[in-house]
């Protein structure tokens, strides 16, 4: 099974915290690389935050580095991601992705082999 399942989505004041999640099959969870991508109306999807299962390298963007964090919980195949002191700016639909390549540049969107359906995160002001 090569889909993804996110969950948690959801409208949050400036300020507050969140946590989305991506239920995988176990086979797909075991991928060399997942991450979650974002997507607002109008724009490019960008790269948000990675997770490499191999030394458990975990990648940030700019925009987000020190106030999300990117987690998995094995036992459960899901990937997570805790949203601190969100903005109005982080407003997008969050996606879930995952690939099986471990050289290619993890904010590379084409470089995923699966993705989810996404959850709408929404931030007031």
């Known amino acids: 099974q090569v889909h993804l399942v996110e969950s948690g989505g959801g409208l949050v004041q400036a300020g507050a915290s969140l946590t989305i999640s991506c239920a995988a099959s176990e086979r797909t969870f075991r991928s060399s690389v997942m991450a979650w991508f974002r997507q607002a109306p109008g724009k490019e999807r960008e790269f948000v935050a990675s997770f490499s299962r191999f030394g458990g390298s975990k990648v940030y963007a700019d925009s987000v580095r020190g106030r999300f964090t990117i987690s998995r919980d094995n036992a459960k195949n899901t990937l997570s991601l805790l949203m601190n002191a969100l903005k109005p700016d982080d407003t997008a639909r969050y996606y879930c992705?995952?690939?099986?390549?471990?050289?290619?540049?993890?904010?590379?969107?084409?470089?995923?082999?699966?993705w989810g359906q996404g959850t709408q995160v929404t931030v007031s002001s």
């Open positions: 992705a995952a690939r099986e390549a471990y050289t290619s540049a993890v904010a590379s969107t084409g470089s995923y082999d699966y």
